[in-house]
């Protein structure tokens, strides 16, 4: 685990670096383990999860960078809010994958809560096309979030082809 969270977070990292990205927001996960139960399986899951781990792998790669990364945004509804027009319905959120609100937006249901990350953290919407440019009227003017996908190879992680030639010590 600890080698997969390595890669991960460096690969992060070096895609933020690539596309000049100064901070990375990350939604307040603290409490997430209580006053919740889940269920014997999925609570098993849920209390293995490292994501302490994680946050604070990227911040000393990341600041080793020069990026900024916070874990100071509550998330709280994030994934059943519907970014376009602010309705919280658990509803809309119609599976894993899908998120639908009847204001007409849809969108993918984790780009849907990244995107209300986004807003908490930045107070403007990251959204400049359909039924979010109308509703909220953004300028456009920040970021985009990015997904960023690892493939799990059968032996652990594949690590995405590198472009450039790499030089080596020999």
């Known amino acids: 685990m600890e080698h997969l969270l390595h890669i991960a977070t460096s690969h992060l990292i070096e895609e933020c670096v690539k596309r000049g990205v100064g901070e990375i927001v990350i939604g307040d996960l603290d409490g997430i383990r ?10 098993q899951r849920l209390h293995a999860w490292p994501y302490r781990k994680l946050i604070n792998m990227l911040r000393y790669k990341g600041a080793l960078a020069g990026i900024v990364v916070r874990d100071d945004v509550d998330e709280k509804s994030t994934s059943i ?22 204001c007409g937006w849809k969108a993918q249901a984790d780009v849907n809560g990244a995107l209300n990350i986004y807003e908490r953290a930045y107070q403007v919407s990251p959204v400049v096309t359909g039924v979010a440019r109308t509703l909220k009227g953004s300028s456009g003017r920040v970021a985009r ?7 799990l190879g059968w032996h652990g992680v594949a690590e995405p082809k590198r472009r450039e030639k790499v030089l080596r010590a020999s």
């Open 34 to 43: 209580e006053n919740i139960n889940y269920g014997d399986r999925l609570n």
């Open 145 to 151: 979030p990015a997904v960023v996908s690892y493939h």
């Open 81 to 102: 809010t519907c970014h376009a027009c602010g309705k919280v319905k658990a509803s809309n959120r119609r599976h894993r994958g899908l998120y639908v609100c009847s």
